[in-house]
T-cell receptor
Framework: DAKTTQPPSMDCAEGRAANLPCNHS???????VYWYRQIHSQGPQYIIH???NNETNEMASLIITEDRKSSTLILPHATLRDTAVYYC??????????????FGQGTELSVKP | GAVVSQHPSRVICKSGTSVKIECRSL??????MFWYRQFPKQSLMLMAT?????????EQGVEKDKFLINHASLTLSTLTVTSAHPEDSSFYIC?????????????FGSGTQLSVL
């Protein structure tokens, strides 16, 4: 699976949009971009994933560049409860069992009042 | 979404004893589950892939005789840390996919904090 690069930490003001970047310059054509987050001392939580097109769900939006070498996770109105470590993961999708997820170091997002 | 239950949430044991951690898929059947460990201030490290009805697949550097994995049913996988030592103290997390949701999302348990004295 392709390697990802994320900034180690970011701050965001409560109520503002949080934009978390991820570089995956070696991504292959059949690899998806996944985002998970981990709140302290809990198991990771799925946020969103995409292949080529931008995606939006009730939690966030995922913007993938046209060349697919980078992406941005957007939390439109960050709250204090969004403080967590955010992981960007690239892997081959699909199949009967799906592929395993390999976590990088992630971005520690601190949402401040 | 699918629910993965992990038990116990916290365990303290003496050095040399064995500890069993359970991972259950509550509302779906999971033929494959994944076990991770996480040290403080570090990322999750994949330990092994648990396969129902067959042997687990261990990642490089993970001792299969130290970390015994059993996946005897479609809803239960167990991880046993044998002869635990203080260096095994860590946060252990299991995960599984719900085939009914397209196998794309990985659902995680709440984790088990193991402390070996």
């Amino acid at each position: 699976d392709a390697k990802t690069t994320q900034p180690p930490s970011m701050d965001c003001a409560e109520g503002r949009a949080a934009n978390l970047p991820c570089n995956h310059s070696t991504i292959s054509g059949n690899e998806y971009v996944y985002w998970y987050r981990q709140i302290h001392s809990q198991g990771p939580q799925y946020i969103i994933h995409g292949l080529k097109n931008n995606e939006t769900n009730e939690m966030a939006s995922l913007i993938i560049t046209e060349d697919r070498k980078s992406s941005t996770l957007i939390l439109p109105h960050a709250t204090l409860r969004d403080t967590a470590v955010y992981y960007c993961i690239v892997r081959v999708g699909g199949g009967n069992q799906g592929g395993k997820l390999i976590f990088g170091q992630g971005t520690e997002l601190s949402v401040k009042p | 979404g699918a629910v993965v239950s992990q038990h116990p949430s916290r365990v303290i044991c003496k050095s040399g004893t064995s500890v069993k951690i359970e991972c259950r898929s509550l509302d779906f059947q999971a033929t494959t589950m994944f076990w991770y460990r996480q040290f403080p201030k570090q990322s999750l490290m994949l330990m092994a892939t648990s396969n129902e009805g067959s042997k687990a697949t261990y990642e490089q550097g993970v001792e299969k005789d130290k970390f015994l994995i059993n996946h005897a049913s479609l809803t239960l996988s167990t991880l046993t840390v044998t002869s635990a030592h203080p260096e095994d103290s860590s946060f252990y997390i299991c995960s599984a996919r719900d085939p009914g949701l397209g196998n794309e999302k990985l659902f995680f348990g709440s984790g088990t904090q193991l402390s070996v004295l």
